[in-house]
């Protein structure tokens, strides 16, 4: 497996992300998302399993304001482009009986 860039192209990003960035720095959670296409509820909970970097804007305590640098965004687009592989070691979108078919003629 390839290793990845450590730091993500911008230029990857689809034109309405990096057009949204292009005046402010930050984009709020629920923004980002929709720019995304995502339900904020899957953005959220990405932040909250630390799988996601973000902002925190202002300085309350109960309820801190989750925000999004054009980075974080590249880093979750990058990630979420890349193939994953899953415990069968087939990759995304890769159907399991082909890689049934393809196993025993490794194995030899």
Avoid: N
């Avoid at 984009?27 to 925190?56: E, F, N, V, W």
């Avoid at 990058?78 to 003629?105: D, F, I």
């Amino acid at each position: 497996m390839p290793i990845r860039d450590p730091k993500p192209s911008i230029d990857e990003l689809p034109e309405c992300v990096r057009e949204a960035f292009r005046d402010r720095a930050l984009l709020s959670l629920p923004k980002t998302a929709r720019l995304l296409g995502m339900h904020p509820d899957t953005l959220y909970a990405m932040k909250d399993r630390g799988q996601l970097s973000y902002r925190i804007k202002g300085v309350g305590v109960r309820r801190p304001q989750t925000f999004f640098a054009i980075d974080d965004v590249a880093a979750l687009w990058h990630t979420m482009r890349s193939p994953v592989v899953g415990l069968t070691g087939a990759r995304h979108g890769e159907k399991y009986p082909a890689l049934r078919q393809a196993y025993p003629a490794q194995k030899r």
